[in-house]
């Protein structure tokens, strides 16, 4: 596809239960990025992609958030033993590069409902 | 350390008024800057971006932004506003952020447009 695509759109899940959300960047973007979207509130950065370099996982906010991507393309984040505060949209983002001056394309997010 | 400020949380404009939605930021060096717009339910979607150059960027959807280095600013402006504007607006920064240096973009906490008809 043309954009970044981001599944499943919508997760209701029990609390203390694993979920694993996916987002397939846009194909040639070597940048990929994580954010989590509380209702009502801005972009809190989660965890951030280049090539093949270690990933700045230094918005992750506890070690029950982990994430990996296979090269460059898919990627997937995981929240183990889910909290109702981790209730929120995971929103996706590739860019071409990680420079900072590249503007970064957005999936439609996952909304993740912990119940 | 970047940072962006939108200090409008909500804003409602009748339908053909003008509107300007302000930014301001915080950056050590020539900032990247761009406005992103939320539908609800929807990712976010690039309204237009400054790199240099020409202060005064154009952008999708009849929008347009004025970078005013002397006041650290972003305004988003529409010279008539659609109800179709109704949406969540976003100033980012874009740069190194962080202990780590890395490359990204930051973002405001959004301004939430409603149109009245």
């Known amino acids: 596809g043309a954009g970044v695509s981001q599944s499943p759109s919508n997760k209701v899940t029990e609390k203390g239960k694993d979920v694993e959300l996916r987002c397939d960047p846009i194909?040639?973007?070597?940048?990929l990025y994580w954010y989590r979207q509380r209702l009502g509130q801005g972009l809190e950065f989660l965890i951030y992609?280049?090539?093949?370099?270690?990933?700045?996982k230094s918005g992750l906010p506890s070690d029950r958030f982990s994430a990996e991507r296979t090269g460059e393309s898919v990627s997937t984040l995981t929240i183990q033993r889910t909290q109702q505060e981790d209730s929120a949209v995971y929103l996706c983002?590739?860019?071409?590069?990680?420079?900072?001056?590249?503007?970064?394309?957005f999936g439609d997010g996952t909304r993740l409902s912990i119940l | 350390a970047q940072s962006v400020t939108q200090p409008d949380i909500h804003i409602t404009v009748s339908e053909g008024a003008s509107l300007e939605l302000r930014c301001n930021y915080s950056?050590?060096?020539?900032?990247?800057l761009f406005w992103y717009v939320q539908s609800p339910g929807q990712g976010l979607q690039l309204l237009l971006k400054?790199?240099?150059?020409?202060?005064l960027v154009q952008g999708i959807k009849g929008f347009e932004a004025e970078f005013k280095r002397s006041q650290s600013s972003f305004n988003l402006r529409k010279p008539s506003v659609h109800w179709s504007d109704a949406a969540e607006y976003f100033c980012?920064?874009?740069?190194?952020?962080?202990?780590?240096?890395?490359?990204?973009?930051?973002f405001g906490s959004g301004t939430r447009l409603q149109v009245q008809p």
């Open positions: 983002a590739s860019s071409y590069t990680g420079t900072g001056n590249q503007p970064q394309h």
């Open positions: 194909s040639g973007h070597t940048a």
């Open positions: 992609f280049q090539g093949n370099s270690a990933p700045d």
């Open positions: 950056y050590g060096a020539t900032p990247y």
């Open positions: 400054y790199f240099s150059g020409d202060t």
């Open positions: 980012a920064v874009g740069g190194r952020v962080g202990d780590t240096g890395r490359r990204a973009l930051t």
